[in-house]
């Protein structure tokens, strides 16, 4: 009989155990994530009722009347703010003064109960087979990603219904039986939002024929119903807005993420725009649904239905913030034959819909029509361009594994202290890569300005309190230079010139130009530097966070020139008006000086050539020298940047161990036409 290593015990008995322990972490993983449902059903309960009644489910509370909801004189759209159809009216009108008492409370919840069912609907539509794990885990995982959606949240907020259609078309697909039940829930999404009317084509195209004839004629009865009974608010609705074209605001908005929207932004308006928007509408409705059936053949249901939701919203006269969750329901397709690119696509999909345009893309007049059109750029690329892979692709299930190098021994038994974190060969996916660094750029620019506390008081005393501390402590130590070499440099025009342009100009032009090159020609070496300078600038942050700092030029009475802001008014107690943009109290440790020397310490350690590494070097040296001319750093600033950078790649060998070794690698592998370098040599 088999038995193990460990104390004669049976190799099954060992098995059984381990499974025992699996299935115990998956139930507490399970139990701790329906804990995080629950705190954030909370939370949004606390800040929809805990704002003023005025500006909270302020859509619902436009169509309360002096009779009850939707009983107001004259048309539903008078207000404009009312944006559903007249069928969703009338659906609406059974709720009575009675009602309206309890509201605020009533809406809430019943719109979270919606969240919690199209979570789970969502989840057991997941293509099949699925293992065990996501069977257990997915239902709080997607309820939890509905609850941090940019939609959810702001329906929540408003008081919409935009939940209803999405649950129809779902509880429709994939829960009642029969294929006429299915349509007439289907039918009844699409008088809710006419545009959800795409589901017919794919019903048909799928062979649920049935269920498309019922679709349709439920969309036809329910809008002649409503017609009938409110004539003239149909007309309103039908004619004059033309399907609900300017309902809820500007159609130029930028709230308004369909594709008429972003052609309004663009300038384009009239005929020309009119027919522009059939034109590329139709174009993406038909590939839209062309690949929605070919995914549902392939057993993926699930993403056919957020493929066509996706195209409904482009096609979507107006298409607000409250009725984009179509997107993420995507979420379900699989992109990358790669393991390592696997996560990319869910993870881009849960940044776009759950953080703002702001902070995906950067305020830069170049990429504003990115920032304005962002979900319906992820709508649309998700409907007619993002290579979702077949159920029958040999990638499906066994993705190309991650290649791993040998691991260094370390000068310290214990190092890495977590060795999961592997050296990995291949170079990282870009887009993965710019969403990372874009990101954390955005977190660490939001937490830096934090920190700057209140400048026009308290946080300006605290700082210039310590401004006082460090410049005695250069005093002390005879490296008090700052007023010498900033009052000799003034007096030369273009040695002036020079370290106010180097100032602004290569802070972070160098570490981003770095970073790039490593990517391209050494990827191994890029993860260490990206992560090296990623826990440097952490550490900065919290040496802001704790001590803020007044730099020099904002010192009064010390008479330094600030010769790239100019002169500051110290009589104004907002004198340091660029603290409303930045942090100006952020200057111990100085990240100028901390990334200069990050990047002449990579290209010391990795470049091959003497006076690459001198050239390297020179930027640390220019660096702290226009800090300190210029007013905008103490010495000692400078030294609390080099400390934090040592942290960062102290931290880094901490965690990961030394660089990896030398291995050869193919340029699919590791980057087209360079060998994989390791510890910062070539192989051979």
Request: aromatic letters at 10%; charged letters at 15%.
């Amino acid at each position: 009989m088999a038995k193990a290593d460990h104390g004669g015990r049976p190799a099954e008995a060992l098995g059984a155990t381990a499974v025992g322990t699996v299935q115990a972490r998956l139930r507490v993983t399970r139990l701790g994530l329906w804990l995080i449902v629950a705190l954030l059903a909370l939370r949004e309960v606390a800040v929809v009722l805990g704002s003023p009644r005025g500006e909270r489910l302020t859509d619902l509370e436009t169509w309360v009347g002096p009779n009850g909801v939707l009983h107001v004189k004259g048309s539903l759209y008078d207000s404009t703010q009312f944006t559903g159809t007249p069928f969703g009216g009338l659906a609406l009108k059974p709720l009575t003064r009675a009602a309206e008492q309890a509201l605020g409370w009533g809406w809430t919840f019943g719109t979270l109960l919606l969240v919690v069912a199209l979570g789970l609907v969502a989840a057991r539509a997941l293509p099949q087979p699925v293992t065990r794990r996501v069977s257990l885990l997915a239902a709080p995982v997607a309820i939890t990603l509905l609850m941090l959606s940019l939609p959810v949240r702001n329906t929540l907020y408003l008081g919409q219904t935009s939940i209803i259609p999405v649950l129809l078309v779902l509880l429709g697909c994939f829960v009642v039986r029969g294929e006429r039940a299915g349509g007439v829930l289907i039918g009844l999404a699409a008088a809710l939002q006419p545009t959800l009317l795409l589901f017919t084509p794919l019903l048909y195209c799928t062979g649920r024929r049935r269920a498309a004839l019922s679709a349709g004629a439920t969309f036809g009865a329910s809008t002649l119903l409503a017609w009938a009974a409110m004539p003239h608010d149909s007309y309103t609705y039908w004619v004059h807005h033309m399907a609900g074209v300017g309902l809820g605001g500007r159609a130029d908005d930028l709230g308004n993420q369909s594709l008429h929207g972003a052609l309004l932004r663009l300038g384009l308006t009239g005929p020309l725009e009119i027919a522009l928007f059939f034109v590329l509408g139709g174009a993406v409705a038909v590939v839209a649904l062309r690949r929605a059936v070919r995914y549902a053949h392939d057993g993926q249901l699930l993403l056919a239905v957020a493929i066509t939701g996706c195209a409904a919203i482009v096609v979507s006269p107006t298409a607000w913030q409250h009725q984009l969750l179509w997107v993420l329901l995507a979420v379900v397709g699989r992109v990358g034959r790669r393991s390592c690119d696997r996560y990319v696509w869910p993870v881009a999909v849960v940044l776009v819909m759950t953080l703002p345009a702001r902070t995906m893309v950067p305020d830069k007049p170049l990429l504003q029509p990115l920032r304005a059109d962002l979900i319906l750029l992820a709508a649309l690329v998700t409907a007619v361009v993002v290579p979702f892979l077949s159920r029958t692709s040999p990638y499906w299930r066994t993705p190309v594994p991650t290649r791993y190098a040998d691991p260094v021994p370390a000068r310290f038994r214990h190092i890495p202290l977590v060795p999961f974190l592997r050296r990995v060969l291949s170079r990282p996916n870009l887009l993965f890569e710019l969403l990372l660094i874009r990101v954390t750029y955005y977190a660490y620019a939001q937490i830096r300005l934090a920190a700057a506390g209140d400048s026009n008081s308290a946080g300006r005393v605290t700082a210039e309190e310590h401004g006082e501390e460090v410049h005695s402590i250069e005093r002390a130590l005879s490296i008090d230079i700052e007023y010498w070499a900033n009052h000799a440099v003034v007096k030369v025009d273009w040695l002036r010139d020079f370290f106010d342009f180097y100032y602004e100009s290569f802070h972070f032009g160098v570490p981003l130009a770095i970073l790039a090159v490593l990517y391209w020609r050494r990827p191994v070496d890029y993860r260490w530097a990206r992560t090296a300078i990623g826990f440097a600038t952490v550490f900065a942050l919290i040496g802001f966070w704790l001590y803020p700092l007044a730099p020099p030029r904002l010192m009064p009475g010390l008479g330094f020139i600030d010769t790239v802001h100019g002169p500051q008014d110290f009589s104004q107690p907002d004198y340091g008006t660029l603290t409303e943009l930045t942090n100006q109290y952020a200057a111990m440790p100085s990240l100028h000086f901390g990334w200069s020397l990050w990047c002449g310490l990579v290209v010391l350690i990795l470049a091959r050539s003497w006076w690459l590494k001198a050239l390297g070097l020179l930027h640390p040296l220019f660096t702290v020298t226009a800090i300190v001319v210029t007013g905008n750093h103490w010495v000692l600033d400078a030294l609390g940047g080099a400390l934090v950078v040592a942290g960062g790649f102290a931290v880094t060998y901490l965690f990961q161990g030394p660089r990896a070794k030398a291995v050869t690698g193919r340029a699919d592998e590791v980057g087209r036409g360079s060998p994989v370098l390791v510890g910062g040599r070539a192989p051979g």
